[in-house]
């Protein structure tokens, strides 16, 4: 290929990070490359809770844009933001290996502070919310927006116990402080720790180059867990839970639909032949669905919308 692949990102620090891994792996098998930072409406408006502000592709869509007009050849994201419809002639490109999926908490205090009652803690996600009410329901929620650098200060800056991210994000920039839990009950969002490469359907050459750092079993895993999150209807912001393994010749998958005050779950848990994997999350979710899920997924779109 002759031509320079401009790689479109968001210009957080960790939104580059992820660019410019894509950028060392493209550039190691040989092709040229340039990096674009563009800002995200996501990434702009910070006072407002996600849900509110039309969630669904508010970190990516400015990259969809810039695409569609030539000005970028392939977007990075963080998949889990990434809406389960991509944009009429865009393409997944690639997903690359998955980092830890985990969710931690950085606590201020000590850890015994956080299961006290009247305990503070700080996520702009519903579904962290959900979950953490479930097992805490005395506990108070709050908004935090930003990102990973911003939302760290503001625990410091705020009266708060703590704040719930995902750890791949701050192992990826070095910001894990030692003070903090790994919420191993949490059950993370659906594509959490991966990367993901968008591109134009119609660019063949960038497609195939993309295609040399895709990473199968990852693809296979969130390509699961984004098929249950689409069933259920739910956008990138909805408190849905959902993690896909492969052990052997297996693949485990565990599903949650909760309610935003965290009173009500739906959960799921599955096994499949890798062979028979290709649609356990859909019927995962439909399992959910038929179990009451329908009637707590129009409840929530109702919270969201308002």
């Not at 620090?13 to 674009?36: M, P, S």
């Not at 894990?176 to 591109?199: C, F, K, R, S, Y």
């Not at 297996?250 to 890798?274: N, R």
Request: proline letters at 3%; aromatic letters at 4%; one cysteine or more.
């Amino acid at each position: 290929m002759s031509k320079i692949i401009r790689i479109g990102t968001r210009n957080s620090e960790l939104a580059l990070w992820q660019a410019h891994l894509v950028q060392g792996k493209l550039q190691d098998l040989g092709y040229q490359t340039e990096i674009v930072e563009l800002s995200s409406i996501g990434d702009e408006i910070l006072d407002i809770p996600l849900h509110q502000i039309g969630s669904m592709g508010v970190f990516t869509k400015t990259l969809d844009v810039a695409m569609l007009r030539g000005q970028i050849d392939i977007a990075v994201h963080s998949l889990k933001d990434v809406p389960t419809q991509l944009p009429e002639t865009i393409v997944q490109a690639a997903v690359l290996e998955r980092a830890d999926v985990h969710d931690v908490i950085v606590y201020k205090g000590t850890e015994e502070d956080l299961v006290a009652d009247g305990v503070t803690i700080a996520t702009g996600s519903l579904r962290r919310t959900a979950q953490w009410l479930h097992k805490y329901p005395t506990h108070t929620l709050t908004d935090l927006r930003g990102n990973v650098n911003t939302r760290l200060q503001k625990l410091q800056d705020n009266n708060w116990n703590g704040a719930i991210f995902a750890k791949a994000g701050l192992e990826r920039i070095n910001l894990l402080p030692e003070n903090h839990l790994v919420l191993d009950w949490m059950i993370p969002a659906p594509a959490q720790g991966a990367i993901m490469i968008t591109a134009l359907e119609s660019d063949k050459e960038v497609l195939e180059a993309c295609a040399k750092i895709n990473h199968e079993e990852t693809a296979l895993c969130v390509g699961i867990e984004r098929d249950f999150m689409r069933t259920l209807e739910g956008g990138c912001t909805a408190p849905i839970g959902g993690n896909a393994e492969i052990v052997a010749d297996k693949v485990t998958f565990k599903g949650l639909l909760s309610a935003i005050d965290g009173k009500e779950q739906k959960g799921v848990f599955k096994i499949a032949d890798l062979k028979d994997a290709k649609d356990l999350g859909k019927q995962c979710a439909q399992e959910i669905l038929a179990n009451g899920g329908d009637v707590l997924m129009k409840e929530i779109k109702k919270v969201i919308k308002k």
